[in-house]
């Protein structure tokens, strides 16, 4: 939600902000804006509502703003609509402090009140405003320099926040700020960088610091000092970023999410190769000791969104091959249900971009109650890796598309890996076995690659499908799970009603709904509940409904005699079906948006880090 970028060095600023701005869209794109400092114009705040082209078009590409220090921002709106004049950077009343802000100022409102008293007079609706009027208020009232003002003003501010703050009295100068919301510095020759994400910075500098709760920054061209929250000055290690440029570009791609899925099968080699050795599982300097696994009671999955989704798929894997219980809870609910959490559960949190506040929180919450947490992410050194006992990297690469492919993919295959890990050290699963799976899951790209190259025929069925209005996913165990996927990957992108049900459930409420026409994918891999798959498609076909069916090789022709399309996906291990069957999902989401005229990688009032909660 929202993203953040700041620059100071030698350069002019305002083409290096909206540079770095559109690699950081994707976190929000309903306003734009920059606030740049010369010593010819003072402080000039440029901001637009809409996409950041708005903005860019208004400053000619930064030419028309001068200055070698600024702060952007690309929002998604929390307190004030969308607006000019709630987009930020925010200022304050003299105009002389610009803040740019990703998160949220939980008391601002008493805040705001306290200021106003003081006869300080807003613009906006926005909570952000609070921090540029109250660091001036400090400077102003208290008679301290900008830094002081900013460390009073986080003892007065409570939320989540990464702030950027620019000062037209100490314009040599960018002051950062972090509280459970993320913020990088990039250490550039002769300047230094601010973002909200490596993929804004990578273009300049491959030197980064990944900044902790409650640090303060101060960026210079000469470089960056940092200080923790009692504003002592600490030593920041440094570490080096070594993604492909052109990883985080589409690469001649219409889509970034068609060209994410489109490298999933390389991302699965990445994510799985180096984690086999002699048909065991290989994790390198693993914290998770075999004795602490051994006395694992129970297993917690959390996660939001397509990251709960590989944890329904998990919940029958997992218990299959371990015999431990497994619950799978929505990181926005888990900690506000009580949950049933002590120092023998091990707790799983799955998230792609390791920011998102609802697991975060859940996190935190798992670990006050004793549990230990193994996280699946696959930002490097992002909040949830850092706060976990053992984190074990996806190695999707970037991934921009608000909708996830090769962020859930590697997910499964890795939560998969564990799965087998564990099972190893418990004993539930012999080494013959284990190695079978593990031969079949290095086959896993080959065979996804069949599935891509059989991408038309997906495509001819989304040109049938598109204009429906409403669509059923269903199937049951991993296929239910991969259902709630497929289901959410095109409402999300194509804005069509869509939802999944577990296909027993139909006869309990849904199929009232199925008329003349409605869509209905069913999905039906798993081999050894194919034939009530069958009779589930003949119920829904003997109300009307259209099915478009989803199967193996095996069963192919067998579905074709009763649902009106078929798609198949390469014979595999039943584990491993939802690694497979969700890529057709996937591209026919990604159809029947296109066919739609959406859009497809900023799809309408999302974002692709939630950090609200
Ligand atoms: C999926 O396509 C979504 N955009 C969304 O549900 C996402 O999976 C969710 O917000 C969780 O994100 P995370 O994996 O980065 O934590």
């Known amino acids: 939600m929202c993203g953040i970028v700041g620059y100071v060095g030698n350069e002019q600023a305002a083409p290096l902000l909206l540079e770095g701005l559109s690699k950081l869209e994707y976190r929000g794109y309903d306003s734009a804006g920059v606030a740049v400092y010369d010593p010819s114009t003072g402080l000039s705040v440029h901001k637009a509502k ?145 973002a909200s994400d490596v993929t804004a910075l990578i273009r300049h500098t491959r030197r980064v610091g990944y900044m902790d709760d409650g640090e303060v920054a101060v960026l210079t061209k000469d470089g960056i000092q940092c200080y923790n929250h009692l504003m002592q000055p600490v030593e920041k290690e440094i570490s080096y970023v070594d993604w492909e440029i052109d990883a985080a570009e589409k690469g001649g791609y219409e889509h970034f999410m068609f060209k994410e899925i489109m490298e999933q099968p390389q991302a699965i080699r990445r994510a799985v190769g180096p984690r086999i050795r002699d048909g065991e599982v290989f994790f390198e300097d693993f914290a998770l000791s075999d004795d602490y696994l051994r006395q694992v009671k129970k297993i917690y999955i959390v996660a939001c969104g397509s990251s709960y989704h590989v944890g329904m798929v998990g919940k029958y894997n997992l218990e299959r091959i371990l015999r431990v219980p497994v619950e799978v809870a929505l990181a926005s609910e888990f900690r506000y249900m009580d949950p049933i959490v002590d120092g023998a559960t091990l707790v799983i949190v799955i998230s792609q971009s390791g920011e998102t506040l609802d697991t975060m929180a859940a996190l935190r919450e798992a670990k006050r109650l004793g549990a230990k947490i193994l996280s699946l992410v696959n930002v490097v050194g992002s909040s949830i890796a850092r706060e976990s006992d053992q984190v074990l990297y996806t190695w999707a690469g970037p991934e921009i598309a608000v909708a996830t492919t090769k962020g859930y993919s590697t997910q499964l295959v890795v939560l998969d890996l564990f799965g087998l890990h564990m099972a190893r050290v418990l004993g539930t699963i012999d080494a013959e076995t284990c190695r079978a799976i593990l031969e079949e899951m290095l086959r896993l790209p080959e065979k996804m690659e069949a599935v891509l190259e059989n991408k038309d025929a997906i495509q001819y069925y989304a040109s049938q499908y598109f204009n429906h209005n409403s669509v059923f996913f269903i199937g049951r165990n991993v296929d239910y799970a991969m259902g709630l996927e497929g289901s959410l990957k095109l409402k999300e992108i194509s804005y069509i009603h869509s939802e999944a049900y577990a296909s027993g459930e139909l006869k309990h409420g849904t199929i009232s709904l199925i008329e003349e026409g409605t869509l209905v994918v069913a999905l039906g891999t798993y081999a050894r509940l194919f ?24 069963h192919g022709q067998e579905m074709a005699k009763v649902a009106n399309g078929v798609v198949t996906i390469p014979n595999t291990h039943p584990m491993l079906l939802p690694s497979l069957g969700v890529v057709p999902l996937q591209l026919f989401a990604y159809y029947v948006a296109l066919m739609r005229g959406c859009d497809i990688d900023k799809p309408r009032n999302l974002a692709k880090s939630v950090t609200v909660e």
């Not at 610009?98 to 106003?116: R, W």
């Open 50 to 194: 809409g996409r950041l082209a708005v903005l860019d078009k208004m400053l000619d590409g930064g030419r028309s703003v001068p200055g070698r220090v600024g702060v952007g921002h690309t929002r998604w709106a929390t307190h004030g609509a969308p607006s000019d004049v709630n987009s930020h950077p925010q200022i304050s009343r003299s105009g002389r402090i610009a803040v740019v802000h990703n998160g949220i100022i939980e008391n601002y409102a008493e805040l705001k009140d306290f200021l106003q008293g003081q006869g300080v007079p807003f613009t906006s609706e926005t909570d952000t405003e609070v921090v540029a009027q109250l660091v001036e208020y400090f400077c102003e009232h208290d008679g301290v320099d900008i830094l002081e003002a900013v460390g009073r003003c986080l003892r007065r501010i409570e939320g989540a926040y990464a702030l950027g703050i620019l000062c037209a009295d100490a314009p040599d100068q960018i002051i950062a700020v972090r509280k459970d919301s993320p913020l990088i510095l990039g250490y550039g020759d002769g300047c230094s960088f601010l």
């Open 531 to 554: 034939d009530k798959a069958m009779s589930n498609i003949v119920e829904v076909k003997a109300r009307g409904g259209d099915v478009l069916a989803l199967t193996t090789e095996d």
